[in-house]
């Protein structure tokens, strides 16, 4: 059954840590950290995404500034109530922890650092609001989701992505209850949240930004689902 749910929920990330590991929490005797993983984008750019791992996954100087690392695992979602508000909270939960060492190759009898971006999540779940569809002011298309995916213990994590483009005008359509699947990356941004009191706090939200969705139909449902939704996209 664990199987299925890994399925269901799996990415994996390669990047570098950056900043200082911090205790999470502990459960049953087993010590959890936290700490942040900064991946390279193409755009030259970098996600610093947290992630979250067990003390019996890493070796005393694994978390070290700098320290490039190999992380296989799930994007969680939890719950924080603060101020007797609810905030969603998301965090990478590392399953498998590698040490990787700088890759080079040789070119033109020059030694050169070969870097390769690793940032890949798929998620299987349900859309569980509908799903927001918007314009930029320089006519970019975006479109909004929240996903709901199973865990096991009858848990769920929900997790914000969001889709551009032709991806974008395909998920305006989707329904509430519909069940996809999510190919894309991890990614990190920074926004301002205004409070009531005049007050402007920089916040870090973490989403899923898609590369490629399909419609996953049941049996029961294709003829009336037809066959336009079958199609990724």
């Known amino acids: 059954m664990d199987t299925n749910y890994l399925e269901n929920n799996y990415l994996t990330l390669v990047g570098k840590v950056t900043g200082e590991k911090k205790f999470s929490h502990e459960i049953y005797g087993e010590r959890f950290y936290i700490f942040n993983l900064s991946i390279p984008r193409l755009s030259g750019n970098a996600d610093i995404i947290p992630i979250t791992v067990s003390e019996r996954l890493i070796k005393e100087d694994t978390l070290q500034e700098g320290k490039k690392l190999l992380i296989k695992g799930q994007f969680r979602s939890y719950n924080s109530y603060e101020n007797e508000k609810n905030r969603l909270i998301l965090t990478v939960f590392a399953k498998d922890v590698m040490e990787v060492e700088e890759e080079e ?82 990614q990190s941004r920074t926004y301002e949240k205004k409070h009531e009191d005049g007050s402007v706090e920089t916040r870090v939200a973490y989403e899923v930004s898609i590369g490629s969705l399909e419609v996953i139909e049941e049996k029961d449902n294709e003829n009336e689902l037809g066959i336009e939704n079958q199609e990724a996209v």
Do not use: H, M
Not at 114 to 123: A, P, Q, R, S
Not at 133 to 142: K, V
Not at 147 to 169: E, M, Q, T
């Open 105 to 186: 190759e040789e070119s033109d009898n020059d030694i050169v650092r070969k870097d390769v971006i690793t940032n890949e999540v798929v998620l299987i779940g349900y859309i569980c609001k509908k799903p927001i569809y918007r314009q930029t002011p320089f006519g970019r298309e975006i479109s909004d989701l929240l996903l709901a995916v199973n865990r096991a213990y009858n848990k769920s994590d929900y997790i914000p992505c969001i889709a551009w483009g032709r991806n974008a005008r395909f998920c305006q359509n989707l329904e509430v209850g519909s069940q996809v699947k999510v190919v894309g990356r991890v």
